[in-house]
Nanobody, 116 residues
């Protein structure tokens, strides 16, 4: 079992920055890919950025150049640095972790609101 604890969401003005963190814990010794997804009411959850255990990253086009995903494998933690935030980035952000055996785990979500 893997538990994911997210933190770092909140209210920020357009153009501002936030850093999300997600720490994995539980009876797991290895974690594969980790990522951040987001969801707004009435819409499907979308991938924001992912990172493999080796550090290979992907991200959706709308956040390229503004968001950076990183991870600390020792701490089993993934981060999402979000700069130049826009109102359309407002969403609940969810952390995801994959195990080498193919199991997928989700965090409880953290709200990000970008508004003046």
């Amino acid at each position: 079992q893997v538990q994911l604890a997210e933190s770092g969401g909140g209210l920020v003005q357009p153009g501002g920055s936030l850093r999300l963190s997600c720490a994995a814990s539980g009876t797991i010794t290895r974690i594969g890919a980790m990522g951040w997804y987001r969801q707004t009411p009435g819409k499907q959850r979308e991938m924001v950025a992912t990172i493999t255990s080796g550090g290979f990253t992907t991200s959706v086009g709308s956040v390229k150049g503004r968001f950076t995903i990183s991870r600390d494998n020792v701490k089993k933690t993934v981060y999402l640095q979000m700069n130049s935030l826009k109102p359309e980035d407002t969403a609940v952000y969810y952390c995801n972790a994959q195990t080498p055996t193919g199991h997928s785990y989700w965090g409880q979500g953290t709200q990000v609101i970008v508004s003046s």
